[in-house]
């Protein structure tokens, strides 16, 4: 059943039975994030890579030549990517970079962390998880787990965890980290999102979620589930990553 169908289905039947439909739909919009173990969750949404998979050789060369249009504001930046919504000419899967590659980003900006790296490929690291890390043709972004395994193929020591226990050790012995979160524990519509953060001066820095988010410094990263996204973010999973 379509999301349109089933709400005017549960709109029709609360008008007859004098049913909450706000408090149906709340419950609906926060159930995944607060009754589906985290684990079971990445593990499905990897196993949708397969569907809706299609081959997209054309897109390399376009993204190429559009990604020379944001090596500027890259500088501006110190390196990294900080605005994914700029990204709408160029392309991942069925959909625009600007909608569904906030885990490739986040690869990008853990490389130029971890490497120096001004020139690095990132149209290429694209077409990498175009061929095996999309979820659903890129409607749903890039699987988690492909995350990790980029990094372990290209000879990056790696820790992750689902566990949020699990989160500050990981943290304090990571060069750079990779988190992934549901942005609003109380309304999956808001959808995942998935965050590079470095570490300056004892200081946690979030980077490509929203305007200006590398600015402000964290004390761990439980003080950044609880501050960013104004307090509504939950976690998922989160990957450290070393220097060769």
Same mark, same amino acid.
């Not at 009754?35 to 809706?52: A, E, H, Q, R």
């Not at 609003?184 to 570490?199: F, G, L, R, W």
């Given at each position: 059943m379509s999301p349109k169908i089933l709400f005017i289905f549960l709109l029709l039947l609360s008008s007859i039975n004098c049913i909450d439909i706000t408090g149906i739909l709340a419950k609906l919009k926060s159930y995944l994030q607060n009754n589906v173990d985290n684990d079971k969750f990445i593990v499905f949404m990897d196993s949708l890579k397969t569907i809706l998979y299609r081959d997209f050789p054309d897109h390399l060369s376009k993204n190429k030549e559009a990604f020379k249009n944001h090596l500027a504001t890259i500088k501006e930046n110190k390196g990294y990517i900080?605005?994914?919504?700029?990204?709408?000419? =160029?392309?991942? /899967? $069925? =959909?625009?970079?600007?909608?569904?590659?906030?885990?490739?980003?986040?690869?990008?900006?853990?490389?130029?962390? $971890?490497?120096?790296?001004?020139?690095?490929?990132?149209?290429?690291?694209?077409?990498?998880?175009?061929?095996?890390?999309m979820v659903l043709g890129g409607l749903f972004g890039t699987s988690i787990l492909s995350i990790e395994k980029y990094f372990i193929k290209n000879g990056f020591p790696t820790k992750s965890s689902s566990k949020k226990e699990d989160y500050e050790n990981i943290a304090? /012995?990571?060069?750079?980290?990779? $988190?992934?979160?549901?942005?609003?524990?109380?309304?999956?519509?808001?959808?995942?999102?998935?965050?590079?953060?470095?570490?300056?001066?004892?200081?946690?820095?979030v980077h490509n979620n929203g305007s200006n988010s590398a600015l402000t410094g964290y004390d761990s990263i439980t003080d950044v589930l609880k501050k960013i996204n104004s307090g509504k973010a939950k976690d998922i999973f989160l990957v450290g990553i070393n220097k060769k």
């Amino acid at each position: 059943m379509s999301p349109k169908i089933l709400f005017i289905f549960l709109l029709l039947l609360s008008s007859i039975n004098c049913i909450d439909i706000t408090g149906i739909l709340a419950k609906l919009k926060s159930y995944l994030q607060n009754n589906v173990d985290n684990d079971k969750f990445i593990v499905f949404m990897d196993s949708l890579k397969t569907i809706l998979y299609r081959d997209f050789p054309d897109h390399l060369s376009k993204n190429k030549e559009a990604f020379k249009n944001h090596l500027a504001t890259i500088k501006e930046n110190k390196g990294y990517i900080e605005d994914q919504s700029k990204y709408k000419d =160029m392309s991942y /899967g $069925l =959909m625009p970079l600007s909608g569904n590659g906030c885990e490739l980003i986040a690869i990008y900006n853990a490389l130029y962390e $971890l490497t120096g790296n001004n020139n690095i490929d990132f149209p290429l690291i694209v077409d990498i998880h175009e061929k095996d890390g999309m979820v659903l043709g890129g409607l749903f972004g890039t699987s988690i787990l492909s995350i990790e395994k980029y990094f372990i193929k290209n000879g990056f020591p790696t820790k992750s965890s689902s566990k949020k226990e699990d989160y500050e050790n990981i943290a304090k /012995g990571s060069d750079v980290l990779i $988190l992934t979160i549901y942005n609003n524990k109380e309304d999956i519509t808001d959808q995942v999102h998935t965050i590079a953060i470095t570490k300056k001066n004892g200081k946690y820095f979030v980077h490509n979620n929203g305007s200006n988010s590398a600015l402000t410094g964290y004390d761990s990263i439980t003080d950044v589930l609880k501050k960013i996204n104004s307090g509504k973010a939950k976690d998922i999973f989160l990957v450290g990553i070393n220097k060769k």
